[in-house]
């Protein structure tokens, strides 16, 4: 297959990860804030909106599965963590734990990827090695900034939810944090253009 058409592949991939990432999330904030402004659903609203949250990311990784016939590793990790702190959520009534679900995503990925480069390895690579042909030495740069950047997003989530309410920890998912991840993205993309080894 031509390089090109494997890139735009990959390309088309990934605006698709990062849509089945986006929507359970825009699913959750928008059915707490209509759920929290309903009298009767009010004080229940943070967990019917953790059960739809759950449902939307397994819908999510279901599509994955049908249309490409995998899924994501990254969306495996993270739909096992959402299921389980989701979950704990329900069963013990207790929203803590679904906002502790992005600081052990975040720390899961820095240890992986960490861990990958400690035993010779880069996941970085792995991950879009098929995307991009670059030489070992920018593999490694963007492998340890992203390290640092998910470092910097479990503190920050560590942050706003220790010093903040409930709605302003989850309304701050759309509005600032993944705007954060497309900057640091956009941030590294000329220096993927600049190595990048055309064929």
């Not at 016939?69 to 990254?74: D, F, I, N």
């Not at 992005?102 to 098929?130: E, M, R």
């Amino acid at each position: 297959m031509p390089e090109s058409v494997e890139r735009q592949k990959s390309v088309s991939a990934g605006a698709g990860s990062l849509l089945s990432d986006l929507g359970p999330i825009a699913i959750f904030v928008v059915a707490f804030n209509v759920l929290q402004r309903i009298e009767s659903t009010k004080d229940n609203a943070v967990y019917i909106a953790t059960g739809l949250f759950i449902a939307a990311t397994l819908a999510a990784i279901a599509y994955h599965k049908r249309k490409n016939g995998k899924v994501p590793p990254v969306l495996i990790v993270t739909g096992v963590l959402i299921v389980v702190f989701g979950g704990m959520t329900l069963a013990l009534r207790d929203p803590t734990f679904i906002q502790l679900k992005p600081t052990i995503v975040n720390g899961f990925y820095v240890v992986a990827i960490l861990g990958s480069l400690a035993i010779g390895q880069n996941i970085w690579k792995l991950f879009f090695g098929h995307a991009f042909d670059l030489p070992d030495r920018i593999w490694t740069i963007l492998a340890l900034r992203w390290a640092g950047f998910f470092a910097f997003m479990a503190a920050l989530n560590e942050y706003v939810r220790l010093n903040h309410s409930f709605e302003f920890w989850l309304n701050t998912r759309p509005l600032f944090v993944f705007p954060l991840v497309l900057a640091f993205a956009a941030l590294n993309t000329p220096l993927v253009l600049k190595h990048q080894r055309e064929p």
